[in-house]
């Protein structure tokens, strides 16, 4: 039997949650002015999508919709707003951020939920590290509506007006596994397995004998990297190599690594960004790649947008960055998980009463 905790609406419950949900509306009418005063227009992406992204390790929720001819459809709940704004940035806009509803299966632990809120914004003609300026300035602008000077999530404290450290993958991976990440990775992005496995194994990780290089890399990085970040100050961890990068286009003179950052605080990733492919042809080849995994692993694969792929041949160099906008409610409450800053949780499956 799942072990159930009591439902948010019982009254005492509800009294014990509420001063982080007032919080989290203090938090997110902050962040919006905070947008429209640099000249952001706020959008609406729908819900609804031919794909729900098309990331091996993302799981959607797959519905259909009926046409006045009675005709089924299969449809998906968005995984994230991604492919929209992307479309909306092709029409014109330049300046855009959505408060998503978004939704994800198989995901349910004290920092995810199936259902929660990303927030994500886009700039377009301007390059990726003013999304670094962007993360630092959010978090100050979230602590102070929160009426806070820490962040903080399992005894992990993180000062929000401090600069944040910057650290490539790189230099991740000599100074907390001693292991020299990008030998492993040639020029043209492709990954030498046995090479990262070896060096694995000598840093003393378990592998299983069918893992891939990137089961490899996402295991170090969970065991000896990820511990050490977002510690005192948050932490922008940088320059993924291009394989762990599927919507983002590579770095100027390093074919190996991408313009893709991940912002951490607390040990909790809150973000992920991405100056942005623009590049139709080795998007779809990368999508591609990612279902052919996915139907390797979980026997499933999820329909391109080719929408989609038409926008992006059309779509100005930009760059563009998904945040959790729940888990950062959650550090400036000092909540214990996503659910605990949430209205209306999605109801556990099991329960047969309070």
Same mark, same amino acid.
């Given at each position: 039997?799942?072990?159930?905790?009591?439902?948010?609406? !019982?009254?005492?419950?509800?009294?014990?949650?509420?001063?982080?949900?007032?919080?989290?509306?203090?938090?997110?009418?902050?962040?919006?002015?905070?947008?429209?005063?640099?000249?952001?227009?706020?959008? *609406?992406?729908?819900?609804?999508?031919?794909?729900? /992204?098309?990331?091996?390790?993302?799981?959607?929720?797959?519905?259909?919709?009926?046409?006045?001819?009675?005709?089924?459809?299969?449809?998906? $709940?968005?995984?994230?707003?991604? =492919?929209? @704004? %992307? %479309?909306?940035?092709?029409?014109?806009?330049?300046?855009?951020?959505?408060? @998503?509803?978004?939704?994800?299966?198989?995901?349910?632990?004290?920092?995810?939920?199936?259902?929660?809120?990303?927030?994500?914004?886009?700039?377009?003609?301007?390059?990726? *590290?003013?999304?670094?300026?962007?993360? +630092?300035? &959010?978090?100050?602008?979230?602590?102070?509506?929160?009426?806070?000077?820490?962040?903080?999530? !399992?005894? #992990?404290?993180?000062?929000?007006?401090?600069?944040?450290?910057?650290?490539?993958?790189?230099?991740?991976?000599? !100074?907390?596994?001693?292991?020299?990440?990008?030998?492993?990775?040639?020029?043209?992005?492709?990954?030498?397995?046995?090479? &990262?496995?070896? %060096?694995?194994?000598?840093?003393?990780?378990?592998?299983?004998?069918?893992?891939?290089?990137?089961?490899?890399?996402?295991?170090?990085?969970?065991?000896?990297?990820?511990?050490? $970040?977002?510690?005192?100050?948050?932490?922008?961890?940088?320059?993924?190599?291009?394989?762990?990068?599927?919507?983002?286009?590579? %770095?100027?003179?390093?074919?190996?690594?991408?313009?893709?950052?991940?912002?951490?605080?607390?040990?909790?990733?809150?973000?992920? +960004?991405? /100056?942005?492919?623009?590049?139709?042809?080795?998007?779809?080849?990368?999508?591609?790649?990612?279902?052919? *995994?996915?139907?390797?692993?979980?026997?499933?694969?999820?329909?391109?947008?080719?929408? =989609?792929?038409?926008?992006?041949?059309?779509?100005?160099? +930009?760059? /563009?960055?998904?945040?959790? =906008?729940?888990? $950062?409610?959650?550090?400036?409450?000092?909540?214990? !998980?996503?659910?605990? #800053? $949430?209205?209306?949780?999605?109801?556990?499956?099991?329960?047969?009463?309070?």
């Amino acid at each position: 039997m799942p072990d159930l905790s009591p439902p948010y609406w !019982r009254p005492d419950i509800h009294a014990d949650r509420r001063p982080a949900l007032l919080a989290r509306g203090r938090i997110r009418t902050a962040l919006r002015l905070w947008f429209e005063a640099r000249d952001f227009i706020e959008v *609406e992406a729908a819900i609804l999508q031919i794909s729900p /992204g098309n990331e091996t390790h993302l799981h959607g929720f797959a519905t259909t919709l009926i046409d006045d001819a009675n005709g089924s459809h299969p449809y998906y $709940l968005h995984t994230s707003p991604e =492919f929209a @704004a %992307k %479309k909306l940035l092709a029409a014109g806009e330049r300046r855009i951020f959505d408060f @998503a509803r978004v939704f994800r299966n198989r995901e349910r632990t004290a920092l995810h939920h199936p259902e929660f809120t990303m927030l994500e914004w886009y700039r377009a003609g301007e390059g990726y *590290e003013t999304l670094m300026v962007d993360c +630092a300035a &959010l978090m100050a602008e979230a602590a102070r509506a929160a009426g806070v000077n820490t962040l903080q999530w !399992r005894g #992990v404290p993180v000062d929000p007006f401090a600069q944040p450290e910057r650290l490539t993958l790189q230099d991740a991976f000599a !100074r907390h596994a001693d292991i020299d990440l990008l030998a492993t990775v040639t020029a043209g992005g492709v990954t030498d397995r046995e090479a &990262l496995a070896t %060096k694995a194994v000598a840093a003393g990780i378990r592998l299983a004998g069918d893992d891939s290089w990137s089961d490899i890399f996402s295991r170090i990085l969970a065991e000896r990297i990820e511990p050490h $970040l977002g510690r005192d100050r948050a932490t922008i961890l940088c320059e993924y190599p291009i394989s762990e990068a599927a919507l983002a286009r590579p %770095k100027p003179g390093d074919g190996r690594v991408a313009e893709r950052f991940e912002l951490y605080a607390c040990g909790v990733e809150l973000a992920n +960004a991405f /100056g942005e492919l623009t590049d139709a042809s080795e998007q779809r080849r990368r999508f591609t790649a990612d279902m052919d *995994e996915k139907q390797r692993i979980y026997g499933e694969r999820y329909p391109l947008d080719e929408d =989609f792929l038409t926008a992006l041949a059309q779509m100005p160099q +930009a760059s /563009g960055i998904a945040l959790g =906008f729940d888990r $950062l409610v959650m550090l400036c409450t000092g909540a214990r !998980r996503i659910e605990d #800053v $949430l209205w209306t949780p999605v109801a556990e499956p099991g329960r047969t009463q309070a």
